[in-house]
């Protein structure tokens, strides 16, 4: 039986959401992302100026953080925060600087997330803003549409009471393919970001949901995230949510490759 890794610390909440440690490592950051693409907002006044909320958003290729963390961070003048693979916390430097700037490591075997999830829930308590890639990894869709969500950013928003807001992105795959290596980096191309109304989940708050609900209220979400896509891509939005169980594909590391329906 392989041992278990030891736990991750998380990091620590500053009294102020834009620090001075945030500052630094974005002033290093931005001019190499700027010179990565261009991030294009659509519907940021939809967004709260302050308080707590979660972001929700489709996750096409690895170059989609940066694109949101620039988003949030340049365009909402709010600290980026997001729940991100502990592989990448134990790298040496980069999961120092990782948890200075407020990211949270989330674990996908072995270890129970109630940690993270309790990380999360500081953070929204204290006002700042929490962006989760609800499908959990990169999407498995042939096409590159979202696919089957994890309930982990619904959980942590009906639990915390904050308003979630869904964010279609597209325009990373000219830069990067997905599971590709040939980077293609241009500060004129876009990568457009559109932010969607709130997701209305009254319905499933202030109770105790069965497992059939918390599925339909992330079905409504990753649904709300697709319409969005849909929109940037200027294409109808599927009627289904991909389902890579369905496809025999693995949910973490390398899958199995589908062609796609014509």
């Known amino acids: 039986m392989a041992k278990l890794k030891k736990e991750l610390p998380m ?10 440690f945030l500052g630094v490592i ?24 302050k308080g707590p909320y979660v972001l929700v958003i489709n996750h096409v290729t690895n170059l989609d953080a940066l694109a949101v963390a620039y988003f949030v961070y340049a365009q909402l003048k709010r600290a980026p925060h997001f729940l991100g693979k502990e592989s990448l916390f134990r790298v040496p430097v980069i999961g120092s600087i990782l948890r200075a700037a407020g990211q949270i490591p989330v674990y996908r075997s072995g270890h129970r997330n109630e940690t993270p999830l309790k990380a999360a829930h500081a953070f929204l308590k204290a ?48 830069v990067l393919p997905q599971y590709g290596s040939r980077f293609r980096p241009g500060f004129w191309k876009p990568v457009r970001i559109l932010v969607g109304d709130e997701v209305q989940l009254n319905n499933y708050r202030k109770r105790q949901l069965n497992p059939d609900e ?37 949910t ?9 329906k014509k």
Do not use: C, Y
């Not at 990091?11 to 001075?20: L, Q, R, V």
């Not at 974005?26 to 709260?48: C, D, T, Y």
């Not at 079905?219 to 025999?248: E, H, N």
């Open 11 to 20: 990091p620590k909440i500053n009294s102020k959401e834009m620090h001075f």
């Open 26 to 49: 974005a002033a290093i950051l931005m001019p190499i992302v700027r010179s990565f693409f261009k991030v294009v907002p659509e519907g940021i006044e939809k967004l709260p100026k």
């Open 127 to 174: 006002g700042h803003t929490i962006a989760i890639f609800p499908e959990g990894t990169l999407t498995r869709d042939p096409e590159l549409w979202p696919m089957r969500g994890r309930s982990g950013a619904i959980r942590l928003a009906l639990e915390t009471g904050v308003p979630v807001f869904p964010i279609g992105q597209w325009g990373s795959e000219q």
């Open 214 to 250: 918390l599925a339909e209220a992330t079905a409504l979400v990753m649904f709300s995230i697709t319409d969005l896509v849909a929109q940037l891509r200027g294409l109808p939005a599927p009627k289904s949510l991909w389902d890579p169980a369905q496809a025999g594909q693995a």
């Open 252 to 260: 973490t590391g390398n899958f199995k490759k589908v062609k796609s």
